[in-house]
């Protein structure tokens, strides 16, 4: 009992109340950095600690591997180390290796590594177009259409509800879903959304397996619960039955998987679906100083409709720290060059490697950052993109591993052998300088290191030992951890936190990206956004760079700056010569070039206007420039509580 006081420590009321809650159902309702997983997790640790729940009977899902390796070390420090906290798939997958045996009579047919090329293979028997964008496309519709339950005969209609804009005609995706769906199950394999799929079918058709399922989970806990999608909920709800020991926790600003069919309906809707829940709000911030919660408030409040649920105020609880600082540069490579300058210097202040994060909105944009760095000799890991142990350099070091057992390879104690025999698929004994070769050299030496740390652990373990321990991480997708600098996506940044964040490349058509073409898909976009600036403890540094990597065509800052950039800081006023690069290299179709003040500050993005044509000069201001003047001025008159109406002439 003498714990027991210790996790409530720490905490303050409201978080107190969610963790002591001796029952479900329990839903916090919070902002970013507020404590949700610190609550869910002391929570957990709390009721074990009471004997209310075995750490065995605990299931804890969110939705990214890494988030779940932070909240299983969460755990750990909190002597509930035992409770499986696991991302929803990895958590559907453990459950169907069990039961699909005894529902099916045969083995689990596997899980496809490359569901790309499967695509490829359906949309070629349709004589359909296999470039690869138009098959990543044609994937990603099939994956909404899987996660929110909707069959190929439902589909040409259930888009057209959605309001879905599919690459190709509804009916002829609805055929290559088909195909998809055939070739897979004549392979007998297993996607993604096949395991929550099959999971579900499972729980709710079989009694007997239901009943067995709920005597070994008793306690059910989501994170990150605003991005839930129909098909996880329905996972959820065929977990958790009619009983209501669960807890969720959520945010609903930060919903940036609804294009994926995610929606924060569950979420805010969870305290009507259970009246006697105990309903937590929390708001305030104990991760970021108040500088950046002061930011983020501000990108947040720009946000067009504030839907009930959405409209949390975060209080900075931290002391004060640097004001976060924005950068333009001419070109990307400038802007990775200087953001390595700066995180070498954070570096030598004192801040680790490991507490460095640059994020960014898509995947390709890490490699200039991911070159810069190497040029610098900083190390890095990237997040988000391919899972560890679908790389292709680890998939051919695990098959050489396991040959290496099949031949009974003598390879007494372990590191020196794991590392010899991968040398066999490139292991180098110095890292290459950079770009995806050191990357592959990371992964494959974190491999060796993962030896080290199993021999550490189980003195004699040999090698069918350590491969049996790679294939427990590869079901579990719990990648071995590399000390570096942390690129990641936006995505897979969310529920981490990093002393210093640089969120680079904010320019339009990468924030918000090019085909976000709705008002919902840009206000996602700034979500995202949001959910970025609030991954900063501390050093926030925003930028972005006027052309691309030795690009000419020049490109715009994010609209979502616009306000955000302090009127006196020197990115807020672009020079002459960049206005007049803007005004040359993107005049609008029937532009004739401003002649005006007001244009040619609208064009700067300096200047409020009353929007429309001006009555000086015979300038249409394009859409784009348009939809930021009206983000910014909305925010203007926010602040100055009056419409603005400013007209220069
Ligand atoms: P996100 O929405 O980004 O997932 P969150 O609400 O889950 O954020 P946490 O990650 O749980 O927030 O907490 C943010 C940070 O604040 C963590 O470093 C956590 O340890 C710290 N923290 C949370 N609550 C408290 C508290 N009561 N006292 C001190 N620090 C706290
Ligand atoms: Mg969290």
Known sequence: MAELPRLLEGLDPEQREAVAALRGPVCVLAGAGTGKTRTITHRIAYLVQRGLVAPQQVLAVTFTARAAGEMRTRLRGLGAGGVQAQTFHAAAFRQLRYFWPRMHDMPMWQLTDNKFRLVVTAVNKLGMSTEKEDVRDVASEIEWAKSSMISPEQYPSAADA??????????????????????????????FDDLLLHIAAILEDSQELAEEFRSQYRSFVVDEYQDVNPLQQRVLDAWVGNR?????????????????????????????????????????????????????????????????????????????????????????????????????????????????????????????????????EIPYQVRGGERFFARAEIRKAMSTLRTAIARDVAADDLPGAVRELLVEVGLTEEPPAGGSARERWESMISLVELAEELVGQVPDADLARYVAELDARAESQHPPTVEGVTLASLHAAKGLEWDAVFLAGLVEGTLPIQHAD?????????????????????????????????????????????????DEHPAALPTKAKMR??????????????????????????????????????????????SALRAWRSERARQLKVPAYVVFT
Request: some cysteine; proline content about 6%; charged content about 30%.
């Open 581 to 626: 690069e803007q005004q040359q290299i993107k005049p609008s179709k029937q532009q004739a070039k401003p002649k005006c003040r007001v244009c040619e500050a609208a064009l700067a993005g300096t200047m409020d206007i009353k929007l429309g044509r001006c009555r000086d000069c015979p300038s249409d201001l394009d859409e784009d420039l348009l």
């Open 518 to 566: 709705t008002d919902a898909a840009v206000e996602e976009e700034r979500r995202l956004l949001y959910v970025g600036v609030t991954r900063a403890r501390e050093h926030l540094h925003l930028s972005w760079a006027l052309a691309r990597a030795g690009g000419r065509r020049f490109r715009r800052r994010s609209r979502f700056l616009y306000s955000l950039v302090p």
């Open 162 to 191: 959605a309001g879905r804009e599919p690459p190709v005609a509804p009916t002829l995706l609805a055929r290559a879903f088909a195909a998809y769906e055939q070739v897979k199950s004549r392979a007998q394999l297993l996607d």
């Open 244 to 376: 209501d020991d669960l807890t969720v926790v959520g945010d609903a600003n930060q919903t940036i998987y609804s294009f994926a069919g995610a929606a924060p309906k569950w979420l805010i809707g969870f305290p009507r679906r259970y009246p006697e829940a105990t309903l937590v709000r929390l708001e305030r911030d104990y991760r970021s100083t108040p500088q950046v919660v002061d930011l983020a408030n501000q990108v947040i409040g720009a946000a067009r409709e504030r839907p009930a649920g959405t409209r949390l105020k975060l209080i900075g609880q931290r002391p004060d720290g640097p004001r976060p600082d924005f950068a333009e540069y001419d070109d990307e490579t400038e802007e990775a060059e200087a953001i390595a300058r700066k995180i070498a210097q954070l570096a030598k202040r004192g801040v680790p490697l490991s507490e460095i994060a640059i994020l960014f909105r898509i995947n390709a944009q890490s490699e200039v950052y991911e070159k810069a760095l190497s040029e610098a």
